[in-house]
């Protein structure tokens, strides 16, 4: 019997208070993208990642833990551990119980605890060994009902109702995207919440007052490592956060041409980020934001407050200054990432895509009904190394390789 392969790596989320050495465990396979509706609404993020650990984490202090409550105490169950400062998952401990040694007790149950943690805030580990080329798998995504971005990172697929990878995988590389024409008639409200349903909230189709807002060009359209603030500063003022019901992004390029004036707009644009300060925020690998005008959201009746964005009660999300004027906000009880929005462009703000409603009418996790897509470029890719290295490093870099080839054609 083989052994099973360690390393020790080190942690940090994006406001440091979790930083400690932790040692992974199963470093030599493949690592799980779980796609399912739960891990979705549960992150905000379209996807999360996780590695085992071979034994618990030395410290739990500053993370608030959020359980997945059984409904039996004998089947499996997650508890799930984020900074309460700035909303990194770090942590998933799931446990199942079995029958105790006590055999005057039919109610005693032993817990099994197993630790994971999430690939994200791995900062440093141990450098891939050349022999073994660790990869990915994807677990769930007939949840998605349109494959979600495994759509763009072909590889295994283990599927919630079909183990066969040869059937999933082959699957995988002929499905076409379903059709984004389907504006006309049908629902005016996209609901979002996340995994607990404190933070409820509706997006409205883009109406007259989604163009008033003047926001400067996102780092997926002209990277700014590379154009001058002379150009990302949008001088021209393009309404570049909405969208017609025909795609104007193409795959090759993430700039999109000037609409026509006649164009309705019926959707958002929307991007995949790897950029240092996303990954340590969530946890997890790959940030997908829609630019949603604050005009457009909508939150559920509460307590004390207005509907709207703007008017939101005192407390009922978390807010964290990753830096000066810019704030990352997640859910208090079960840590999903919320919003991103900055000072400079306080009308259109930037909405975690993990937390769409994608059970009513035929719509996918993508969302393509609402969203539109730029696919010539994930944000901030050239900085998917920032602050980690190791083999982590290494296979962040290769998640974005694909993604990119895949969102590309």
């Known amino acids: 019997m083989s052994t099973k392969a360690r390393s020790n790596a080190t942690i940090s989320c994006l406001c440091g208070s979790i930083q400690q050495t932790v040692t992974l465990s199963h470093v030599d396979t493949d690592i799980v993208l779980c796609h399912c509706t739960s891990c979705r609404h549960l992150s905000g993020q379209l996807f999360t990642s996780c590695v085992a650990l071979s034994s618990a984490p030395a410290s739990v202090d500053g993370l608030t833990t959020y359980h997945s409550d059984p409904d039996h105490p004998n089947l499996e169950t997650t508890s799930y551990y984020f900074c309460s400062t700035c909303g990194c998952h770090v942590f998933q401990r799931s446990s199942y119980y079995s029958d105790s040694d006590d055999d005057d007790n ?19 580990s141990k450098k891939d060994n050349p022999s073994i080329k660790i990869n990915w798998q994807h677990q769930k995504v007939d949840d998605t009902k349109d494959w979600g971005l495994s759509l763009w990172l072909p590889t295994i697929i283990t599927s919630t109702s079909d183990n066969n990878n040869q059937k999933a995988t082959k699957i995988l590389h002929t499905i076409t995207a379903p059709s984004t024409n389907n504006t006309n008639g049908l629902d005016h409200v996209l609901h979002a919440a996340c995994h607990c349903k404190r933070i409820s909230f509706s997006l409205s189709r883009p109406s007259e007052a989604s163009t008033l807002p003047h926001r400067g060009y996102p780092d997926v359209m002209y990277s700014y490592a590379v154009e001058p ?9 393009e309404k570049w956060w909405l969208r017609g019901p025909e795609p104007q992004c193409t795959s090759s390029s993430a700039r999109t041409p000037p609409l026509d004036e006649n164009t309705k707009f019926t959707r958002y644009f929307t991007a995949a980020c790897v950029c240092k300060s996303c990954r340590l925020a969530s946890g997890f690998e790959v940030q997908c934001w829609a630019f949603v005008p604050t005009c457009n959201i909508h939150f559920a009746s509460v307590v004390e407050g207005g509907r709207d964005f703007n008017t939101l009660p005192r407390g009922l999300l978390n807010r964290y200054e990753s830096s000066p004027g810019v ?49 010539g470029r994930v944000s901030y890719a050239e900085g998917v190394r920032e602050g980690r290295s190791g083999g982590m490093a290494d296979w962040a870099e290769r998640v974005l390789r694909g993604l990119e080839g895949g969102m590309r054609g």
């Not at 039919?106 to 440093?124: H, L, M, N, R």
């Not at 994608?358 to 009904?369: I, L, N, P, T, Y």
């Open 106 to 124: 039919d109610d005693s149950y032993k817990e099994q605890p197993e630790w994971a943690v999430a690939t994200g805030v791995i900062t440093s």
């Open 229 to 237: 603030e002379s150009v990302t500063s949008n001088p021209h003022d």
């Open 327 to 375: 704030w990352r906000e997640f859910c208090p009880t079960c840590g999903a990432t919320v919003f991103y929005h900055a000072e400079e462009a306080e009308d259109v703000i930037d909405v975690s895509v993990g937390l769409f409603d994608s059970d009513k009418w035929d719509r996918g996790a993508r969302v393509e009904d609402w969203l539109e897509w730029g696919r």
